[in-house]
């Protein structure tokens, strides 16, 4: 299962990220900046907060799928590819002022209203990986603590006004 990382780009260097694929490397690796995974939490974190399937924009755009320009969309499938390719498609630059817009709507989403939105019924249905939402009782808190790590990382950086890379591997 792929593994979403997020990892904080410093405003001195959010600038001239998205086209050098060595300093990608080094802040996805965590050599440079803070950075948090959400494991296999993903897929489900997106689909509950937005009612679509996780598919980055532009491949969405490819197929024919209407792409919202929704800030909750672009928090994990919004931002723009960089020339480092990952097992889900490029890694993906999200620029300051989408971390400040990210930021805004995650902290609109209480945790309550996160848990009325979750559907394991849906999430079966529309096969969102991994499998076993209606059988699994302990997936809703970690979907929750998801969320809580994804706000915090968007409101952090939005503080401190950087960007982030994101990466599914």
Known sequence: MLTATFAE?????????ADDNEL?????????GK????????????FTLTGEL???????????????NDPLEAILMGGLPTGVH??????????????????????????????DWFDADDLEEERIPPAGWTSDADR?????EALRDVRD??????????AILIAFE
Do not use: C
């Open 140 to 144: 809703l808190p970690r979907l929750v």
């Open 86 to 115: 990952t097992e889900f498609g490029p890694a993906r630059f999200v620029s300051v002022g989408e971390v400040r817009q990210g930021a805004e709507m995650l902290t609109s989403v209480s945790d309550v209203d996160f848990e």
């Open 54 to 68: 996780p598919i980055p924009r532009e491949e969405a755009l490819r197929r024919g799928i209407d792409f919202p």
């Open 24 to 32: 990608v490397r080094e802040i996805l690796d965590g050599r440079k």
């Open 9 to 17: 780009v410093p405003s001195s260097l959010a600038g001239t990220v």
């Open 153 to 162: 990382f968007y409101v952090r950086a939005a503080r401190d006004g950087n």
């Open 35 to 46: 950075r948090i995974s959400i494991h296999d939490a993903w897929p489900a974190l997106h």
